[in-house]
């Protein structure tokens, strides 16, 4: 009984954490101006966030190494470093991305401006890695996600032509107004934002951080397995209500503002209260991840004592590394820069990034030294090898399709 | 510096042997170091240099990729395959002498790559 | 069964590889191999070495040469020597490198007891693990 409340828990978890800022602000873009003819991306982008989490959690509990830990070893250190600085570009991109969210999304909630909040947050975020221990930090925020919940409830309440959105769904082109160089543009960035390399960092050192056996991938499978897709579907509620309430209007969301407006449309200040509840809850979750992530793989690929799993003064320069982060994030910010234009680059230049960080993968999920028996069997790498080809042509694509759709307009 | 006594107990590095340029006695060039193979035992202290893997270009063609592993996906196993295939050893006798300023490594011949064996 | 492979290329098996102590937590990288020239002129593996003193020459172009200048400046001896681990030390390898000292009694990590002293130490809570 305990287990299955085990399993459970990481089950929600799972669902609730699987939105960020990327995927609130995409999703919600892309269904105002595109509809639902971009979800097959989301469906493609899950499965290959499945595929690839389960093979790096399988290689975290069954070799006891971690993601980045691994990349240098295959890489060497000349292409390795290229890797890491590339990696760790995207990732403290992201990271800035996230806490702008959470700076928004405390404006929405108190119409205090974001960029005051940016420091406040900075500090409550550095405190909270510091002080808070790795489970209650992965339960409490993956369980107040779930929150999100409320936009498909929204969806419901607002009785869509149910048959007009399938009739998007299936139509995978784009949307009167839009072009083909912006449907491929916006399909980059989805892509993006469901895989962003951080992902994988941080669930492959989670494993490490909560000491996974090979008798843990089975409950590591089940989250994966049920839990992404579950949050996929969050992402494409998101979506789904914009399409709803923004495409027939031609209002394009540009604000995050403009995100739960149809929550609140169907639900009232209820409806509204939960979604900011949801908002600041992924925000300030995945913050926590991409800030933890760039001091796992700086101090992975140095060979550095990391992790919370030991006290800081035995991971120094591990925290170092954290700390150092959370403060050069706030300037940034302070330029008042808009978040959800951080946000939207982040999620490109993550799509750019993905071939650096799911090769390793590839490569070392088929190496017996490290993985005994439990190398990739043929299904894992079929869909591994698929889903490289497909990385790496978003990735060839991504920069000249920004060039071309100047950013996506 | 070169070492044509034996035993000088001079300490180099490992790092330094990697990509170094492989040439016959006579001159021609033969390529580049991409791996050291150590042999010996029990214990670390015993293993000594036994024999150079060459390619034709530097370290890295092999992306990591175990030359000997039979499993893998396909396509990776192909592109590794013809990455490696001009893939030789040098066995520790048949190495004449070491540059270690020039990193040049001098030998006799080349033998086909198999697997893992010590030579000597 | 013997807990050293048989024979092992260096670029694949050891190099780069993360080094662990008797409790499996990291200490080091690999960054570098030294080998010490015998009587019969084979060259043994005498011990492994690691931080930038070892890693910045494996490092090509100007990065590397700029991480080796930038560590030289640091270090007080006129000739620093990188950090060493003993080749005898080494009691196995897998996925790691596995080292039978405890990881503070190897003295591999100037940065990380600078970050320790000058940062950490100085923030309450330093020494409370999860």
Known sequence: MKHIFAVALGVLTAIGGFVDIGDLVTNALVGSRFGLSLAWVVVVGVVGICVFSEMSGRVAAVSGRATFDLVRERLGPRVGLANLVASMAVTFLTFIAEIGGVALALELATSVNEVLWVPVVAAVLWIVLWRVRFKVLENVFGLLGLALVVFAVALWQLNPDWGGLWQQVTSPMPTPGEGWAQYGYYAVALFGAALTPYEVFFFSSGGVEERWTAK??????????????????????????????????????????????????ALGKLGLAIALIGFFAATFGAACETGLSVGYSIAQFYGWRWGKFVPPRQAARFHLVVLLSTVLAVPVLLTTVDPIAVTEYSVVFSALALPLTYLPILVIANDPDYMGERVNGRLANALGTVYLVVIVVVSVAAIPLMIITKGGQ | MPTERPGTGAVHRLGELMGAVVVLADGTRAGHVNDVRLAGGPG???????????????????LGYDRRAVRGPWLLRVLVRAANRDARYVPWPAVRRIDWEAKVVVVDRLDPLEDERPSA | MTPLRASYDAGLHLLDRQIVDHEDLPVANVDDIELLERADGRLAVSALLTGPGALGPRTPGRLGSWTVAVWRRLRPDPDPRPGRIEARLVTHTDSAVHVSARARDLSVDGFEQWARAQVIEKIPGAGRAD
């Open chain 1, 216 to 265: 843990d991938v089975g409950t590591m499978r089940v989250n994966v397995f049920l839990g992404f897709p579950l949050g996929g579907l969050l992402s494409l509620s998101i979506a789904a209500v914009a399409a709803v309430v923004f495409l027939p209007a031609e209002v394009q969301v540009e604000a995050l503002a403009q995100v739960p407006l149809p929550v609140a449309l």
């Open chain 2, 44 to 62: 670390l202290p015993d293993y000594v240099v036994d024999g150079f893997v060459v390619g034709a270009r530097g370290e890295g063609a092999l």
